[in-house]
Every structure is written in C-alpha cells, then in structure tokens.
C-alpha cells in the first residue's frame, strides 16, 4: 500500500517536473526495483510518444505557412526578429507612448508591419479578406473589436454597437461562426472593481451605470441568441472577475436553454478555477441550461501577482507553470466527460494542451469537426497549431483583432512583449518561419 502511494506519488512527480529527457533516461539505467525502473521506463516512452505526436501534428510547416509567399515570410522574419530583442520592444513601446501624446503620425510604420502581422484590418469590411484567407485552410473568424480603455457612456454605446454588427456579420455566416467582446470595452473598469464586493456598494449614481452596462451586455447576448451566434465574453483581471462572473451566469441562465451561446472564460493560472468549473457545471445540470466555456492560461499573470503583493493577500494564480498545465488539462478532461453539458473552446497556443485535448477527443469518440469542441489561436501566432489541427479536420478559429490603429496599440503591445525572446533565445514563431524559409531554399 505504502509502496504503491510511493510509486504513484513518484511518477507524479516525474510527469509534472521538467525532468528532460536525458534525465529521465538516467533515472532509469539506475532504478533497483524491477517495478521502479518499468515505472521511468514508461513515463519515458509516454513523454516520447507525446513528442513524437506534436512532431507529426504540428511540426509541418508547410501546411503551416501553405498561403504565406516568400514576401509574407520575408516580412513576417523581419518583425519576429525585431520584436525578439527585449531592448526594442521596451523603445518600440516608449516612442509609441511618445507618439500617441503628441499625436505624431504613426500609421506609415505600424499598419503595414506589426498591425498587418497580428490584425485583420482597421474595420469589419477591412477584415474580409483575412477572413475568406482563414476560411480556404478550414479555419475560422472570430472577429474581436479590440478597442479599450474607454470612458465616456457615449463611447461605451459606440463600442456595444460595433459588437451587435461583429454578430450580425456572424448571422448565416459558417466562416464566423462566434462572436467575442471584453466587459471591459463597454464598462468602465473602476466600476466593475466597486460592483466586484456586491452591489450594496454602489451609490446611486453608480447603480444606474450598472444597470447600464447590464442593458449593454443583454443585448449583445440577445443579439447572439436572435442570430444563433454564440458570444465568448473574455476573462479579466481577479479583481473585476466576480462581477463578469455573475453577469455571464445572468445571461447564460436566460440564453443557453437550447444550446449554449454565451460562454464565459476561466483562466487556469488561478488556482480556484478548477474548482469553480465544477460548480459551474453542476449547476448547469440543475438550472437545466448548457454551459459556454473558453478554456485559457490567463493573460494578467504579473500584474495579479504584483497586486497581491503589494495589497498584501495571497496571489490568485497558481505557484507554477505545471500548476497552470495540470489545471488547464484537467479542466479539458471535465468539458470533454461533459461534452452532453457544455460546449467549449480551448483558447491556447501550447501544443501540448492541443495534441492532449484532440487525443480526448478521439478517446471519447466525439468527432473532429463536432462544433461543440473548438480550438482557437490569435491570428498571427502558432498557425502551425491553427491550420495542422483545420487539416486533421478540426474545428479552429482565430481571433481576428480589429480596430482603428491608435485604438488598436495596446493589443498590439501585448502581442509584441508576448513575443520578446526570453534569455537571447529564438521565439517559437521565428524559428517556425526560419524552417520554413529553409525548407523553400531546399526545394
Ligand atoms: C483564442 C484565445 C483567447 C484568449 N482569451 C483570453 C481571455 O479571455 N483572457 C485572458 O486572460 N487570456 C486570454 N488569452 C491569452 C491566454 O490566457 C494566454 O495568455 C496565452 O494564450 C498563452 O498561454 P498558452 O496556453 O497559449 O500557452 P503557454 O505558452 O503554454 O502558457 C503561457 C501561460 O502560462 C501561464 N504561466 C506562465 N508561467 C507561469 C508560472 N510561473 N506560474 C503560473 N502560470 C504560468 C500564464 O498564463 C502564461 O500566459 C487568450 C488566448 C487565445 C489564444
């Protein structure tokens, strides 16, 4: 009994670590027991497996890049390079900041390199083109309006309405097949933090401005449910997340009766959302209606921690990345068991998380193009995740970030530090793009 706690707590430990390979070989040439050295053995051979796997699912690049020219690549090559050196970003950064106050022109420089990277245009039409671009590989639009920080009630109206027209374009339309929007973008983030400690914290005038965001954020779900477009409502900072929460459940009550179409987003850095996805879903079970969820990392990692630090409670989000891993895996494992329950997407650009997930899938028969299960990436990152699972004939969409371009910088941004190299290495995007350039030289 005890040997066996041991064996399995061992082999736990060595499926979470990042023991490499060469270690795990090690371990395994110096195991006694016939049952310990079987036991690496196997860990071994899963793990080479599992890699085995990505190499044949995600490796080729050139499904990847199929519809890029050398042109594209060329560019492509250039601004992963450049955004690959931390120093550049952190000016790149600055002067834009520098720009934006002095109001000096920056669409010369941006809209044809990193906007054209990581956006699909400045307006829905504008989008089109990336959009019938996706659909041709399988894959497709989630079309993200992607302008935040506003204040103003009129500038808050202005961004529910161009949400309702990102559904309307949806409507009948199988390349689109979901919609998406940030609380954020149509509340202003200070009152979402007041109603996070429950209404009864409101004064009156705060009262009706929720009532207001509540109006916006039922039509837009009402407009979903008319158009049968179902709408991903993203995940936010912790400290505004229990007023989205409640919101999402809200709509979600009134909404999901004959299938899913609002769908909140739990972010598996945390570490009580595992927790509170099986709460969610048995809830579902009792209210009778489906559940939408959206299965991510989480996006605010230094910012929650820095919080809590500095506030002095302890940090919502997991001690470490296998944490995060574990939790986001086990979380597919339950939306896949409860496939009959709830409806989901795993937003990730980490193969591992994808190969485990289309393995799910084929373990638990559910089909590959069953529109109950979906994939999504960002567009202009890991196209080799989007287009080699859209080749096996899964369903794969990508968020297609839209917006005026001074609107549209802070995304931009994000994506730009996402993809800073880390110790001098190549990030994962360029060396894609290398091999590819490589394999076309070889031709
Ligand atoms: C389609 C799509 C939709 C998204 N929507 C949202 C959203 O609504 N809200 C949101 O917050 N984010 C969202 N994201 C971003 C997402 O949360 C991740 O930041 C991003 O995708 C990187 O995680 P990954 O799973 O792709 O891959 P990986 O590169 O494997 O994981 C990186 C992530 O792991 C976590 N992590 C890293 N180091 C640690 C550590 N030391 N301890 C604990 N955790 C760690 C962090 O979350 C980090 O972002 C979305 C991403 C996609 C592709």
């Given at each position: ?6 064996y ?22 110096f ?135 990102t ?42 401005a ?30 505004i ?41 048995e809830?579902a ?11 991510v ?80 990436q ?66």
């Amino acid at each position: 009994m005890i040997s066996c706690t041991f064996y399995q707590a061992f082999r736990r430990v060595l499926c979470a670590s990042v023991v490499n390979n060469v270690a795990l070989q090690f371990c395994a040439s110096f195991c006694i027991t016939k049952k310990l050295y079987f036991l690496v053995t196997q860990v071994y051979s899963d793990r080479k497996e599992r890699y085995f796997c990505c190499m044949i699912l995600f490796d080729n690049t050139e499904v990847a890049f199929r519809k890029n020219t050398d042109g594209d690549l060329r560019r492509a090559y250039w601004l992963f390079r450049m955004i690959g050196s931390p120093g550049l970003v952190k000016f790149g950064k600055w002067m834009t900041n520098l720009a934006l106050k002095i109001r000096l022109p920056l669409r010369w420089i941006i809209k044809p390199t990193i906007f054209r990277q990581f956006c699909g245009g400045e307006s829905i039409q504008e989008c089109i083109a990336v959009s019938e671009r996706l659909a041709s590989r399988n894959v497709k639009t989630i079309l993200d309006y992607s302008v935040e920080g506003k204040t103003e009630v009129g500038d808050l109206d202005a961004t529910m309405e161009e949400i309702i027209k990102t559904i309307r374009r949806g409507k009948d339309n199988p390349d689109i097949p979901f919609a998406v929007f940030k609380v954020t973008g149509i509340s202003t983030f200070d009152l979402l933090e007041k109603a996070n400690n429950g209404l009864d914290a409101l004064n009156e005038e705060e009262t009706a401005a929720f009532g207001r965001v509540k109006e916006r954020i039922e039509a837009i779900c009402e407009e979903a449910h008319k158009a049968d477009v179902p709408i991903f409502i993203d995940a936010e900072e912790s400290w505004i997340q229990d007023t989205i929460d409640r919101l999402v459940y809200e709509m979600s009550t009134k909404f999901n009766k004959e299938r899913a179409i609002v769908y909140n987003t739990l972010q598996m850095y945390r570490h009580d959302r595992l927790a509170f996805l099986k709460k969610e879903i048995e809830r579902a079970k009792q209210e009778q209606f489906y559940l939408g969820v959206k299965l991510v990392r989480g996006a605010y990692m230094e910012k929650e921690r820095n919080r809590a630090e500095e506030r002095g409670y302890p940090s919502p989000i997991q001690p470490n990345k296998e944490a995060t891993d574990k939790d986001f895996n086990a979380a597919l494992d339950l939306v896949v068991e409860e496939i009959d329950q709830v409806s989901f997407c795993a937003g990730t650009h980490n193969e591992e998380s994808s190969l485990y997930l289309s393995d799910l899938m084929k373990k638990h028969g559910i089909k590959n193009d069953d529109p109950r299960a979906y994939f999504a990436q960002l567009l202009g990152m890991s196209d080799h995740i989007s287009f080699n699972l859209s080749n096996e004939g899964f369903m794969v969409a990508k968020y297609v970030p839209y917006g005026p371009i001074r609107e549209v910088l802070p995304y931009l941004i994000r994506r730009a530090e996402e993809n800073t190299s880390v110790a001098g290495q190549t990030s994962r995007e360029l060396s894609l793009i290398i091999k590819e350039r490589k394999r076309r030289k070889q031709k």
